[in-house]
């Protein structure tokens, strides 16, 4: 059974840091792409950072520059480095993973399986 879970989230002040982290299990992750989406209360889920098997690494427009997505395949974990936050960054960050490649993930934004989820808080 596949399982993805999420820890790290927390509050913040506005300009400070959080790293996220997802632990997955049930099965060999190393050849799927995995990522980081994020839903802030009265908006839709949305896509933050992707990364594929081989390390290629995607972004949001909005996190560019700020937040840095990797993956330790040894330890089948995803991690999401986040540095100046800003308040728009509050929302509950899902780790997830695509078997079809980060090509599907960043066309189609559903991946095969997601975490429960982790909230960040950021204060003004």
């Known amino acids: 059974q596949v399982q993805l879970v999420e820890s790290g989230g927390g509050l913040v002040q506005a300009g400070g840091s959080l790293r996220v982290s997802c632990a997955a299990s049930?099965?060999?992750?190393?050849?799927?792409?995995m990522g980081w989406f994020r839903q802030a209360p009265g908006k839709e889920r949305e896509f933050v950072a992707g990364i594929s098997w081989s390390g290629g690494k995607y972004y949001a427009d909005s996190v560019k520059g700020r937040f840095t997505i990797s993956r330790d395949n040894a330890k089948n974990t995803v991690y999401l480095q986040m540095n100046s936050l800003k308040p728009e960054d509050t929302a509950v960050y899902y780790c997830a993973v695509e078997t079809a490649g980060i090509g599907v993930m960043l066309r189609e934004g559903n991946p095969d399986y997601w975490g429960q989820g982790t909230q960040v808080t950021v204060s003004s």
């Open positions: 049930g099965r060999t992750f190393s050849r799927y792409a």
